[in-house]
């Protein structure tokens, strides 16, 4: 198996089954978790990289994408009402807005397997933006009245009567954060999303969340990868609550150059196994916690199989430990 990029694998995600050809195989049920109700592989997908910058120019590529990963094992699919490209400068015009989760209703639709086993989650509170020199860019919007409009359109968008998992995106500073979170919870009371997450927080704002939504909150969903070893400890506050912790970005991410010196120790570890060391990482970030999830991205199905056998990959306690700094 050739190594993949880390700059275009960031995404991929199988987490029950090491695949060949188009065979899928069972793997340990270390490797499987429950979220949102569904117990399923902890190696999801991720969607951005299908929607934004760098998307593949076919869509269609971009569903076969997607049924790669669920023709493999996949039982999470993560996207976001924000994932889409403008088509002029702003905010763009609204039929660019939910590319991203078009994408996953209509791979969904036209997929044979078992649909109902499919956790999808979406977020709000995030727009994208382009100015007038041709460069993309987020903008927060995480108003309540806002995020409840997005959390019903997104429902329209993926042909669902519930969101499976709804996530608020960041922590809009113009908004105070209890109010964002009574946003979700008025969301979740009124049926329109059956559990609820939070991404790109702090220990801070975990713990308000926790005393808002008890126990609506089910995850967390943080950067982490060898390029961001999550130095405010949000991991372990996800332990010490029960809360699933969500790796975004786990091979390091396509959008902003990184070091990639921070890979030296993978690849190392890699060679040893003959394999990628995109595989090494994301077996090491599922040894890190069993409520762990981590969400790599593909944009082409070629791209997918390297990265899901990370899940029938095992590492031994002296490797992890080198991965850690440890040893």
């Known amino acids: 198996m050739t190594e993949v990029s880390a700059t275009v694998a960031d995404d991929v995600s199988n987490n029950a089954t090491e695949t060949t050809g188009a065979q899928a195989m069972p793997v340990a049920p270390r490797n499987t978790g429950t979220l949102a109700g569904f117990t399923i592989p902890r190696l999801g997908m991720g969607t951005m990289a299908l929607a934004i910058e760098g998307r593949p120019e076919s869509r269609d590529q971009?569903?076969?994408?997607?049924?790669?990963?669920?023709?493999?094992?996949?039982?999470?699919?993560?996207?976001?009402?924000?994932?889409?490209?403008?088509?002029?400068?702003?905010?763009?015009?609204?039929?660019?807005?939910?590319?991203?989760?078009?994408?996953?209703?209509?791979?969904?639709?036209?997929?044979?397997?078992?649909?109902?086993?499919?956790?999808?989650?979406?977020?709000?509170?995030?727009?994208?933006?382009?100015?007038?020199?041709?460069?993309?860019?987020?903008?927060?919007?995480?108003?309540?009245?806002?995020?409840?409009?997005?959390?019903?359109e997104s429902c329209q968008r993926l042909g669902v009567d519930a969101l499976d998992l709804f996530y608020s995106h960041c922590n809009d500073p113009q908004v105070p954060y209890e109010d964002q979170m009574g946003a979700l919870k008025e969301l979740v009371d009124a049926g329109v999303a059956k559990a609820v997450g939070i991404s790109?927080?702090?220990?801070?704002?975990?713990?308000?969340?926790?005393?808002?939504?008890?126990?609506?909150?089910?995850?967390?969903?943080?950067?982490?990868?060898?390029?961001?070893?999550?130095?405010?400890?949000?991991?372990?506050?996800?332990?010490?609550?029960?809360?699933?912790?969500?790796?975004?970005?786990?091979?390091g991410g396509f959008l902003d150059p990184f070091n990639e010196h921070c890979f030296d120790r993978f690849r190392e570890v890699a060679a040893h196994h003959g394999c990628s060391h995109q595989r090494v990482?994301?077996?090491?970030?599922?040894?890190?916690?069993?409520?762990?999830?981590?969400?790599?991205?593909?944009?082409?199905?070629?791209?997918?199989?390297?990265?899901?056998?990370?899940?029938?990959?095992?590492?031994?306690?002296?490797?992890?430990?080198?991965?850690?700094?440890?040893?």
């Open 200 to 251: 790109r927080v702090g220990n801070e704002e975990i713990a308000l969340a926790r005393e808002i939504l008890g126990d609506r909150l089910v995850a967390v969903q943080n950067q982490f990868s060898p390029v961001y070893r999550d130095p405010d400890g949000t991991m372990d506050t996800c332990e010490r609550l029960g809360l699933a912790f969500v790796c975004w970005s786990p091979l």
């Open 62 to 152: 971009a569903i076969e994408t997607i049924h790669a990963a669920l023709d493999a094992g996949v039982r999470y699919l993560d996207t976001a009402w924000s994932y889409y490209l403008p088509s002029k400068p702003g905010t763009g015009e609204p039929e660019d807005m939910g590319y991203g989760e078009y994408l996953v209703r209509d791979a969904l639709n036209s997929w044979d397997g078992p649909k109902d086993d499919v956790l999808v989650a979406t977020k709000t509170g995030w727009l994208r933006t382009l100015d007038n020199h041709g460069h993309y860019g987020w903008q927060a919007d995480a108003r309540p009245k806002t995020m409840i409009a997005n959390a019903k």
């Open 281 to 327: 990482t994301l077996a090491w970030e599922l040894a890190r916690y069993p409520r762990l999830f981590t969400i790599p991205s593909a944009r082409n199905p070629q791209e997918i199989g390297d990265s899901f056998q990370a899940a029938a990959l095992d590492l031994g306690t002296e490797e992890i430990d080198y991965l850690n700094g440890v040893a």
